[in-house]
Structures are given as C-alpha cells and as structure tokens.
Nanobody
Framework: QVQLVESGGGLVQAGGSLRLSCAAS????????MGWFRQAPGKEREFVAA????????SYADSVKGRFTISRDNPKNTVYLQMNSLKPEDTAVYYC????????????????WGQGTQVTVSS
C-alpha cells in the first residue's frame, strides 16, 4: 500500500507560479513511477506529467510542455510539479498518482491516487 498526500495548491493570478508536492509513504517510493493528473469541473481527469522511477525519463501533456516541470526526490519520498506561466485553463484539482510502469502511467493505469489539491488561476 502507498499513501499519497498532495500539498501546495492555492489561488494564483494568470502568469504566476505554484509548486505542488506529493509526499508518499508505505511501500518503497523508488519502486514507482509517479505522475500528476488534473480534473476541471465538468471534465474528465487528464494526464499532466509523469516521471520514471529513477527520474531519467519524463513525459508531459502538450498543454503544459515548456511551462510545467516534474521532479522527484527519492530519499525524501516526494514528487514535485513546478507550474509556471499559469493560465486560467490550468484551474483544476491536481492529483498525484503512482504506478510501477512509467510507460503506462500517462494512459491512466494507476495503482494509487492522492486525495487532490485545488489549483485556481484567476484572469
């Protein structure tokens, strides 16, 4: 079992930045690829970013490429999402996700989800 707890969400103006954190506990953190998904009101949950177990590989949705950066600190059991140049359309609940296989995580194959953190970008 892996428990995931997100933090760092909030209200920010368009063009601003936020850094989300996801702290993991339970099974070995380094054994999981990690990712971020988001869900806006009335929309389906969508993939945002993923990082492989050793951080050698990353993947991003086209909508966030060049603005968001995913990273991880395995000794601290934490994954981060640095979000820059935020837009109102980035407003959503952001979820941390874990799965052993990096390549299938972006397709929504997830073993564990966090509870989510709200990000609101005002225009």
């Amino acid at each position: 079992q892996v428990q995931l707890v997100e933090s760092g969400g909030g209200l920010v103006q368009a063009g601003g930045s936020l850094r989300l954190s996801c702290a993991a506990s339970g099974r070995t953190f380094s054994g999981y690829a990690m990712g971020w998904f988001r869900q806006a009101p009335g929309k389906e949950r969508e993939f945002v970013a993923a990082i492989s177990r050793n951080a050698a590989s990353t993947s991003y949705a086209d909508s966030v490429k060049g603005r968001f950066t995913i990273s991880r600190d395995n000794p601290k059991n934490t994954v981060y999402l640095q979000m820059n140049s935020l837009k109102p359309e980035d407003t959503a609940v952001y979820y941390c996700a874990a799965h052993p296989v990096f390549l299938t995580l972006p397709r929504g194959q997830i073993d564990y989800w966090g509870q989510g953190t709200q990000v609101t970008v005002s225009s």
